[in-house]
C-alpha cells in the first residue's frame, strides 16, 4: 500500500504537509477530503483519525493525524535535507519554539479573519459585528508583529539562513487572512522581503499549486452549499463569534 495523504488544500496545515511532501519529492496518494462538506466526519475517514481533522497520513497499517507530526515523520523516514528540520540543537529548538507558539497565535487569528471577513457573511448570511472584527484584526496585527520582531528580527528567514519547517507552517497560515481579501503585507517592507524569499525557496510553481483554490476563493464561495454548512453553524458562531 502507498503512502496516502488525507487532505484538503482550503486548510493551512494541509497546504504545509502537501507542499513538504511534494518539495521532497516523496510519493503518495493524495486522498481529497472537503472540510466545508464534511467529508472528515465520514464513516471511512473515521477509520485512519478518530481526531477527525485532516492533514491524516496512512502508512500501510500506521496511520498519524497533525499536520507538525506528519511532517516531521516524513522528515524521518524520507530523510530530508538537514535544514528542513536542522539537527543542529539550539536551531532545532527555535523551529520547535516557532511550531509550539503559532498554533494559538497566528494560525488562529488568521482563521477568525477568514471566517469573519469571507465565510460567515457570504455563506451563513450573518452579519460580522464591526467590533468582532476590529477585534481580530488587532490579535493578527499582533501575530505578525511577533513574527517580525521576534522570530524573523534582521534574519533571512526565522530560523537561519535557509527555510525550515518554521517558515513553511507561517507561510500557509499568513496567506489564510490574504485569502479573504485582506493585504497582510501592505506596509510590512520585512514580511514582504520574507515571503518572497520562502516562494523562491519553495519554487513558485508549487507554492501557487497549492495555494491556488484558497486565493481563488472569493469567487468559488458562490458555489459552497451553504445547506451543509449550516449543520456545522452553531458550532462555527461559537468558535469565531
Known amino acids: 500500500m502507498s503512502l496516502e495523504l488525507y487532505l484538503d488544500l482550503f486548510s493551512q496545515p494541509c497546504r504545509s504537509v502537501y507542499i513538504f511532501a511534494k518539495k521532497n519529492k516523496v510519493s503518495f496518494e ?19 483519525s478518530l481526531i477527525r481533522k485532516v492533514p491524516a497520513l496512512r502508512d500501510g497499517d500506521f496511520c498519524l493525524a497533525e499536520s507538525v507530526a506528519i511532517m516531521l515523520y516524513l522528515a524521518e523516514k524520507f530523510k530530508t535535507p538537514d535544514f528542513w528540520y536542522p539537527a543542529d540543537l539550539q536551531q532545532r529548538a527555535r523551529v520547535n519554539e516557532y511550531l509550539s507558539w503559532q498554533h494559538t ?4 487569528h488568521g482563521s477568525k479573519i477568514f471566517w469573519l471577513r469571507l465565510l460567515i457573511p457570504k455563506v451563513m448570511g450573518v452579519e460580522v459585528p464591526q467590533e468582532k472584527m476590529d477585534s481580530a484584526l488587532e490579535d493578527l496585527q499582533s501575530s505578525l508583529k511577533l513574527i517580525e520582531e521576534k522570530f524573523l528580527q534582521d534574519g533571512p528567514f526565522i530560523v537561519g539562513d535557509h527555510i525550515t519547517l518554521a517558515d513553511l507552517v507561517a507561510i500557509v497560515e499568513i496567506m489564510q487572512p490574504v485569502a ?9 517592507p520585512k514580511l514582504s ?49
Open 30 to 48: 493524495f486522498k481529497k477530503l472537503s472540510l466545508l462538506d464534511g467529508e472528515h466526519y465520514g464513516e471511512e475517514f473515521g477509520k485512519i
Open 105 to 108: 497565535a497566528i494560525r488562529m
Open 180 to 188: 479573504s481579501g485582506l493585504d497582510v503585507f501592505e506596509g510590512r
Open 193 to 241: 522581503a520574507w515571503r518572497d524569499r520562502v516562494q523562491e525557496a519553495i519554487g513558485k510553481e508549487l507554492f501557487d499549486e497549492a495555494h491556488q483554490d484558497i486565493l481563488a476563493v472569493q469567487e468559488s464561495v458562490k458555489t459552497i452549499d451553504s445547506g451543509k454548512m449550516q449543520i456545522f453553524k452553531p458550532k462555527i458562531l461559537k468558535l469565531f463569534m
